[in-house]
């Protein structure tokens, strides 16, 4: 007997989307993570590798969403994407390489977000590589609130001045009416992998920021209605906003694809435990996690982004919180090259 697609599935699938992906992103059994944090064998640990999803400079959650955004910014005729964040920004790096590679320019404001300056925070990494494709990168040395918004404006009037026709995506191309759509579609992905595979998975694991990749997840856990827990690590040190745009966005995301599709408060679940107190700056717990990942199956993780909902998942599994039983995905989302303006924090490490 033939199904019938589900109305979520076939709006998703026709709504433009440019190709910026390899294909889906691999899935990676992690044998020695699973021993450490479960000498019993009781959890496996997988990990979905969207850190490596992508030919264009390193990939990572932000092309899978820009998948969407880019071909709305085409199909209105801009020439420019223009957008903002942090000084070590692997959105601003996104957005400029997806530009690149689809013909558009970039321009993109580098604020201050983070209150530290380590050797080289400002050269290396991240807008290293934006420098290297080509982008507009805009240094805004001043502070946080006052500057933010003025630059952004600013440049957006600098392509029009020039007779371009800019297209403005919001930090973390996330607060954006077709910003959750890239990990609905993740969900989609995963679910046709698990078939091939064996495997379900019944806890993905998610870090936490701007909020899309996460809300992504809950509508799409939502819509194919399989129980699928979706648990958040906020990375932002502002959990309540987070937790407040995630909902906001899973929502409107859900309301997008089905009218029908509702999303419970108890879907949307965000652990404040990890974040060490502040956006972009490493604790104890994160540089810890990032090392037993890197020291058990070589797997790389951030000190902004990744590392801090690796420290989550383990902890997660230690107390119990992921039942025996269980399969855990890891959703990786890339952030790596921000590493190496980081070097200060492994110093030790180095004698
Ligand atoms: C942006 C980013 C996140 C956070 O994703 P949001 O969708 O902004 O919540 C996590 N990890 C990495 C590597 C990122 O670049």
């Known amino acids: 007997m033939a199904t019938e697609t589900p109305t979520y599935l076939q709006k998703l699938k026709g709504i433009p989307k440019a190709n910026f992906l390899f294909g889906p992103s691999p899935i990676q059994f992690l044998p020695r993570l699973s021993k450490e944090l479960s000498p019993n064998g009781d959890v496996k640990v997988y990990a979905k590798r969207d850190d490596c999803n992508s030919g264009l400079a390193y990939g990572g959650n932000k092309v899978r969403k820009l998948e969407f955004l880019?071909?709305?910014?085409?199909?209105?005729?801009?020439?420019?994407?223009?957008?903002?964040?942090?000084?070590?920004?692997?959105?601003?790096?996104?957005?400029?390489?997806?530009?690149?590679?689809?013909?558009?320019?970039?321009?993109?404001?580098?604020?201050?977000?983070?209150?530290?300056?380590?050797?080289?925070?400002?050269?290396?990494?991240?807008?290293?590589?934006?420098?290297?494709?080509?982008?507009?990168?805009?240094?805004n040395q001043e502070g946080f609130h006052i500057g933010h918004k003025e630059a952004t404006k600013q440049a957006v009037e600098d392509v029009k001045a020039r007779g371009g026709k800019p297209y403005y995506v919001p930090a973390g191309a996330s607060d954006h009416v077709l910003g959750g759509l890239g990990f609905t579609n993740f969900v989609v992905e995963l679910a046709e992998q698990e078939k091939l595979l064996g495997v379900y998975f019944d806890t993905l694991v998610v870090c936490s920021v701007t909020g899309s990749s996460h809300a992504g997840l809950i509508?799409?856990?939502?819509?194919?209605?399989?129980?699928?827990?979706?648990?958040?690590?906020?990375?932002?040190?502002?959990?309540?906003?987070?937790?407040?745009?995630?909902?906001?966005?899973?929502?409107?995301?859900?309301?997008l694809l089905d009218p029908k599709l509702e999303i419970p408060d108890?879907?949307?679940?965000?652990?404040?435990?990890?974040?060490?107190?502040?956006?972009?700056?490493?604790?104890?717990?994160?540089?810890?996690?990032?090392?037993?990942a890197a020291r058990t199956d070589a797997l790389i993780t951030d000190p902004v982004y990744e590392g801090k909902s690796m420290a989550g998942m383990?902890?997660?599994?230690?107390?119990?919180?992921?039942?025996?039983?269980?399969?855990?995905?890891?959703v990786h989302l890339g952030g790596q090259p921000a590493l190496n303006a980081y070097s200060s924090y492994f110093e030790e490490d180095t004698k």
Request: hydrophobic share 40%; net charge positive.
């Open 70 to 139: 880019v071909a709305d910014a085409l199909a209105q005729g801009c020439d420019t994407l223009v957008s903002v964040g942090g000084v070590q920004s692997n959105h601003t790096r996104a957005v400029t390489a997806v530009a690149t590679a689809s013909g558009l320019k970039a321009v993109t404001v580098q604020e201050k977000w983070v209150p530290i300056d380590p050797p080289l925070y400002d050269k290396v990494g991240n807008i290293l590589l934006s420098r290297l494709m080509g982008g507009d990168v805009r240094l």
């Open 219 to 255: 509508t799409g856990a939502a819509a194919e209605g399989k129980g699928r827990k979706v648990i958040g690590i906020d990375a932002s040190g502002k959990p309540e906003a987070t937790k407040a745009q995630v909902a906001r966005i899973a929502r409107n995301t859900a309301k």
């Open 266 to 292: 108890e879907a949307i679940v965000l652990d404040e435990r990890f974040h060490e107190g502040i956006y972009g700056i490493p604790g104890p717990s994160t540089i810890e996690a990032m090392k037993t």
């Open 314 to 330: 383990m902890q997660l599994i230690k107390e119990g919180s992921i039942k025996p039983g269980s399969n855990v995905l890891y």
